[in-house]
């Protein structure tokens, strides 16, 4: 059993920055590929970013792309979103996914075995 716990959301101007954790206990290390959804008000859970199990791989979705940096440290334990030029549409509750299988398989949405129960990012115009 893997828990998941984010952290470092909130409240940030546009065009700052932001960093959010996802730390994971149990059974944890290189075991799982990580990354981040994202969810806005009346819209559906999206894609932002992944990284394979010993991180030597990242992918991002378009809307993110050169403004956001996914990580993870060298236990693998804890996996980092650094966020950066921030704007409204990037509001949305952040939520941490693992999965065994890869960080493409954790990009479609399936297979993904262990959610967070997220934490809220809020870009201010």
């Known amino acids: 059993q893997v828990q998941l716990v984010e952290s470092g959301g909130g409240l940030v101007q546009a065009g700052g920055s932001l960093r959010v954790s996802c730390a994971a206990s149990?059974?944890?290390?290189?075991?799982?590929?990580m990354g981040w959804f994202r969810q806005a008000p009346g819209k559906e859970r999206e894609f932002v970013a992944s990284i394979s199990k010993r991180a030597g791989s990242t992918l991002y979705a378009d809307s993110v792309k050169g403004r956001f940096t996914i990580s993870r440290d060298n236990a693998g334990n804890t996996v980092y979103l650094q966020m950066n030029r921030l704007n409204p549409e990037d509001t949305a509750v952040y939520y941490c996914a693992a999965t065994a299988a890869t960080a493409g398989m954790l990009k479609s949405g399936y297979g993904i075995d262990y959610w967070g129960k997220g934490t809220l990012v809020t870009v201010s115009s």
């Open positions: 149990g059974r944890t290390g290189s075991t799982y590929a």
